[in-house]
């Protein structure tokens, strides 16, 4: 966006549901982008909602606030009149996801409907819509994550430094390396580790898995993303919940 519309400055708003539970460093990374862009920006609070009891937050050692965004996404959608909510999503990081379209419909509600998304051939994309409906639209659907990295590579674009590899305190669950954080439920008698790791996808804080690495430069990243066999997604306790844990959240409204 900011090299299509420059000079210029991007001229729509960037949204960011707000669960309460992000790490420090992606907050951090935030503000900073948005003030070196000078663009607005739109948060929603998923602790508001809890404290409206517009949802009701999850008790438990495997508790998270990844399915409570959904209500707060769909209130600010609504408050702030969006008819398109661009997103970063990839067919390649999940099984439904590979199922949606660029330009993917939701009814008034809110909702994805599989078996009712539009045809799109060739460059061809239907932005009909009717009166409380909305588009998701998602423009590098059909790149694979090595391809992101060789373009943030090529451009030298910034991002996060949880992608680096660093030293971190760390509990091993569900066969993924998960931050220790003021957020994260104890376990009585878990074991803490200090691991260098760096995160593929980042998430909430206390469902975020991380991978141990030693990629600590932008090509190091990609040579190591070049040998892997699993999705970015495989470290993200909120997708093994079920086998259909992504596209059950997607249906009621999820990014």
């Known amino acids: 966006a900011k090299k299509a519309f420059y000079p210029s400055k991007i001229p729509f708003s960037l949204m960011h549901i707000d669960t309460g539970h992000n790490f420090p460093e992606t907050i951090e990374f935030r503000d900073r982008l948005v003030k070196e862009l000078g663009v607005n920006l739109i948060v929603g609070s998923v602790q508001e909602a809890i404290d409206d009891k517009r949802v009701v937050e999850e008790k438990g050692k495997n508790a ?151 990629a600590d430069t932008l090509e190091k990243i990609v040579e190591e993303v070049s040998a892997m066999r699993e999705t970015e997604r495989g470290n993200r306790a909120d997708d093994k919940r079920s086998e259909t844990a992504m596209e059950d959240r997607k249906k009621q409204g999820y990014f």
């Not at 609504?78 to 390649?92: F, S, V």
């Not at 099984?95 to 994805?112: L, M, P, T, V, Y």
């Not at 943030?152 to 998960?178: D, G």
């Not at 957020?183 to 009585?188: C, N, R, S, W």
Request: glycine share 6%.
């Open 64 to 214: 998270t606030r990844n399915t409570l965004q959904i209500t707060t996404l769909l209130d600010a959608i609504e408050n702030n009149n969006i008819d398109a909510a661009i997103g970063g999503g990839r067919r390649d990081e999940e099984k439904a996801r590979a199922k949606e379209r660029f330009f993917s419909h939701r009814d008034d509600f809110g909702q994805w409907t599989p078996k009712n998304q539009r045809p799109e051939l060739w460059n061809l994309f239907n932005g009909k819509m009717h009166q409380g409906e909305n588009f998701r639209v998602f423009p590098i659907s059909n790149w694979t994550e090595m391809d992101v990295w060789n373009y943030i590579l090529k451009e030298n674009i910034q991002i996060p430094s949880l992608y680096f590899a660093h030293e971190r305190k760390v509990v091993f669950r569900a066969n993924s390396w998960i931050p220790v954080s003021e957020h994260l439920p104890k376990i009585e008698g878990e074991k803490i580790y200090n691991k260098k790791i760096r995160f593929r996808t980042l998430g909430d804080i206390t469902i975020t898995g991380g991978i141990e690495s030693d």
